[in-house]
């Protein structure tokens, strides 16, 4: 896998110093994780709210600054190369399209706006048909770049964040959450057109959701964080069909199935989400494990490689 | 227990309504669970306000049909009168408990004051009754909870407090609207399982609403599908995922990303939904449907019974669902 990588990234650990109620804490947001991304690759990342996963995201683009660890593009240590290529090659879609589209600018500007920072255009005719290009590739009409966000329901103005991402034309995309606001038949729409575009483009993705059946969708491999770590890592087909982490287990089994003969309610127990200020001292699933013995609270499990995955548990 | 006749919600002048709510009706029975199910913008949580005589002021307006509380219709009455009428037993619970908490209040007295002003008793007794529906609600650690502000709480403990607070009037009816949208799967599946040992328990009621179909078919006895303002499908939750017949719930069970794993491609549902008041006549689905004919787009579907308590307001529905 490392091979081809165009991702590296080795032992990434960020914290954040936050004040609460009087005392200062300092949270491990991310709390040593490795991941490579093959070229074409779509890896997804998925785990419970603050597990850490946005702050990943962000801090491959440069977004929030990571305590210690590399991340590499296609071999060349990223603190190191320069910051304008790293910006135009590796380019992140949020969540909330609002956060990237400018209420008050055309979405034509939003979406030209990598381009006329990085002086890519050489007129205005180039730069129309640029525009026009980047919403074509996403189902929009051109005549949408004459456009306000306001105008723009969900799904368009997620299309249009998607449009602005691929412009300067990436060959990685970090796709956070990209579809979680939409609607499930709108969410469909904007699934299959990422799948087309990976095709079209060539492009890498790093596809960030809480939704495991968006994920399942989507993804080549599956890496499960809890608590900043990685704990499972495998195919998609290995982590859906086999969860082996005690973790992945009951995030497989918490999926509401969209199927009345298989009800689960009542039957299975996932205990209560974990507190950042609280770090357990071994394994920091051991709370809610099942599993847990007296060496899961004093040693910390690292990741292996066990079979066809990587996995951090004692235990399994 | 509620009975629900043809809701019309409206905004704008009398002259020239414009119907976010059209014509919906169902009926609740004891100790059920209905799950409303629709996408965002469909008419949702403004048909559960109008049940609860929520509406926002000034704005959206019940302008024709009736809600009945065990037979009164309570579309009549002044809150108060809900109240002493003892027709003040439906609550409520919302998406975000931290918009409905109080921020700066101990979450003892705020569960506290909801038992003043249902038991009418103060002190001693509202703090042992609020301890009572922390357990019931599966706390952990009720006794400590009650000194516990809202941020001190995780995101599924909050859920679990608007819950008690709810159950605080001894309600026959819940109505909770999309109350696991905000948490994670892993939490949801426990607030899903209360709430439905709760209404065993209780022999509560419970409107449902969610626009997500897999924890309708954990949850749900029974299924209304809403599209535009109208209810477009209702069926026991079987009957509606073995044989879908409205083409627009079959569309939405298509496109889930669960049903679909292995495929490279999701079915979808093209378009968007139809802004409110914008068909004038016809299917409010045609703009979106596949199986659309000549007839769809000038006629009103009629509401079709295809099976004993399965209905579809469609004029041609699907046979047989297809296989699944
Ligand atoms: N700028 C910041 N300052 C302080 N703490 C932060 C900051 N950004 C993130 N955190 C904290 O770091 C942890 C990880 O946050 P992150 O946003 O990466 O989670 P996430 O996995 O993306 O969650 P979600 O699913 O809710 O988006 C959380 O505890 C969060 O509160
Ligand atoms: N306070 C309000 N004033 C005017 N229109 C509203 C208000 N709240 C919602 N609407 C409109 O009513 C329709 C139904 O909204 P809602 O019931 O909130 O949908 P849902 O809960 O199904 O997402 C939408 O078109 C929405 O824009
Ligand atoms: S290391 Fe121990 S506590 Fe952690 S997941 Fe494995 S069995 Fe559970
Ligand atoms: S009435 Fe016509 S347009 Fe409407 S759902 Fe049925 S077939 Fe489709
Ligand atoms: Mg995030
Ligand atoms: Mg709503």
């Known amino acids: 896998m490392t091979g081809n990588a165009v991702l590296d990234i080795k032992d ?52 929030a600054r990571p305590d210690s660890g590399s991340i590499s593009f296609k071999g060349k240590d990223m603190s190191a190369a320069g910051l304008r290529d790293m910006r135009l090659n590796i380019r992140m879609v949020f969540q909330d399209p609002y956060a990237s589209l400018n209420p008050r600018r055309t979405i034509g500007d939003s979406v030209a706006e990598a381009g006329d920072i990085n002086g890519f255009f050489t007129g205005r005719a180039e730069r129309s048909a640029a525009i026009a290009a980047a919403l074509t590739a996403v189902g929009l009409d051109p ?68 939704d495991l059946g968006v994920i399942g969708q989507i ?98 | 227990m509620l009975s629900v006749r043809d809701l019309t919600v409206s905004l704008g002048p009398a002259t020239a309504p414009v119907d976010i709510v059209a014509g919906v009706s169902f009926e609740l029975g004891k100790g059920e669970i209905l799950g409303l199910v629709g996408e965002s913008g469909c008419g949702k949580s403004m048909t559960s306000l109008a049940v609860m005589g929520l509406l926002p002021q000034p704005g959206p307006r019940i302008r024709t049909g009736q809600v009945l509380l065990e037979g009164s219709d309570v579309t009549q009455m002044e809150p108060w009168q809900r109240v002493e009428a003892g027709h003040g037993r439906m609550a409520m619970i919302f998406q975000e408990p ?160 669960s049903r679909n794993s292995g495929a490279r491609r999701l079915p979808t549902i093209g378009g968007q939904p139809p802004a409110p008041g914008t068909v004038r006549a016809g299917c409010v689905f045609a703009s979106r449907c596949a199986a659309v004919r000549e007839t769809c787009r000038s006629v009103a579907p009629p509401r079709a019974e295809v099976s004993s308590g399965h209905e579809v307001l469609c004029a041609f529905p699907l046979d047989d669902g297809g296989p699944r």
Request: aromatic share 4%; hydrophobic share 40%; glycine share 8%.
């Open chain 1, 12 to 63: 990434l650990k960020v914290s954040f110093k936050v004040r609460r109620s009087g005392g200062k804490y300092q949270v491990r947001a991310v709390d040593g994780v490795s991941l490579s991304l093959a070229e074409g690759e779509v890896l997804g990342i998925v785990g419970e709210s603050g597990c850490g996963k946005t702050t990943v995201g962000r801090s491959i683009v440069g977004l």
């Open chain 1, 143 to 210: 005549s949408f770049a004459a456009r306000y966000p306001y105008e723009l329901s969900g799904g368009q103005r997620q299309r249009a964040g998607i449009a602005r991402t691929i412009l300067p034309s990436p060959s990685i995309v970090i796709a956070d959450e990209p579809v979680s606001a939409l609607d499930v038949s709108v969410q469909a729409q904007v699934l299959n057109l990422m799948m087309d575009l990976r095709e079209q483009l060539g492009l890498s993705m790093l596809f960030i959701s809480h």
């Open chain 1, 219 to 316: 993804s080549n491999r599956v890496a499960v964080m809890y608590m900043g770590r990685i704990v499972e890592q495998a195919t998609t087909r290995a982590v859906l069909d086999d969860p082996r982490h005690p973790y992945t287990r009951s995030l497989v089994a918490a999926i509401p199935k969209p199927d009345p003969s298989k009800r689960i309610l009542g039957a299975i127990e996932t205990g209560e989400p974990p507190s950042l200020f609280k770090r357990p001292s071994g394994c920091a699933y051991a709370p809610r494990c099942p599993l847990a013995s007296h060496r899961c609270l004093v040693d910390v499990p690292e990741l292996r490689s066990v079979d066809d995955r990587a996995l951090a548990c004692h235990n399994v």
């Open chain 2, 98 to 257: 931290m918009t409905s908490l109080n921020p700066v209040r101990r979450i003892g007295d705020q569960i506290a004051e909801a038992v003043q002003v249902h038991d009418r008793v103060s002190g001693l007794p509202a703090t042992a009754r609020a301890r009572e529906l922390l357990e019931l609600v599966r706390m952990p650690d009720p006794a400590m909870q009650l000194s516990a502000y809202p941020h001190q709480l995780s995101g599924g403990q909050r859920q679990r407090v608007m819950i008690a607070i709810a159950l605080a009037c001894r309600p026959q009816v819940l109505i909770a609207d999309e109350p696991t949208t905000a948490l994670d799967v892993t939490i949801q599946v426990q607030v899903l399982g209360l709430l439905r040992e709760l209404c065993n328990r209780l022999d509560m009621a419970m409107l449902f609403i969610t626009h997500d179909m897999g924890v309708i078919a954990q949850l749900a006895d029974r299924v209304a599908v809403m599209y535009a303002g109208r209810i477009v499908e209702t069926a026991g939750v079987e009957a509606l995922f073995g044989r879908p017949c409205h083409h627009y719930t079959r569309g939405l069970m298509d496109c889930m990303p």
